[in-house]
């Protein structure tokens, strides 16, 4: 069974940095590109980021520069390092797996074969 379990959400400053990680099991995980999609409070989703299986990430041009992807296959692990955090970074962030459709077309979750609960970022003074 499939399971993707998110943590490392919190309440941090603008300007803070958090660290979100995604514990996956249930599959072979090195085989898998993945993806950090986020929904803030009355918006629709959105992607984040992506990495593939070789460790090259893609970025949202809202978080290029600030946020960085990376994946550990030994550990099963995917991570999203966010930096220079802004107050509209705000929102629930999921990491998730087999996109049904090209992700920039994804509007919910359900698009992709597999996604976590989530973790609360909040970003505020």
């Known amino acids: 069974q499939v399971q993707l379990v998110e943590s490392g959400g919190g309440l941090v400053q603008p300007g803070g940095s958090l660290r979100l990680s995604c514990a996956a099991s249930?599959?072979?995980?090195?085989?898998?590109?993945m993806y950090w999609v986020r929904q803030a409070p009355g918006k629709g989703l959105e992607w984040v980021s992506s990495?593939?299986?070789?460790?090259?990430?893609v970025y949202a041009d809202s978080v290029k520069g600030r946020f960085t992807i990376s994946r550990d296959n030994a550990k099963n692990t995917l991570y999203l390092q966010m930096n220079s955090l802004k107050s509209e970074d705000t929102a629930v962030y999921y990491c998730?797996?087999?996109?049904?459709?090209?992700?920039?077309?994804?509007?919910?979750?359900?698009?992709?074969?597999?996604w976590g609960q989530g973790t609360q970022v909040t970003v505020s003074s």
């Open positions: 998730a797996k087999e996109p049904r459709i090209p992700v920039l077309k994804i509007t919910t979750l359900r698009e992709f074969g597999s």
């Open positions: 249930g599959f072979t995980f090195s085989y898998y590109w």
């Open positions: 990495i593939n299986t070789g460790g090259i990430p």
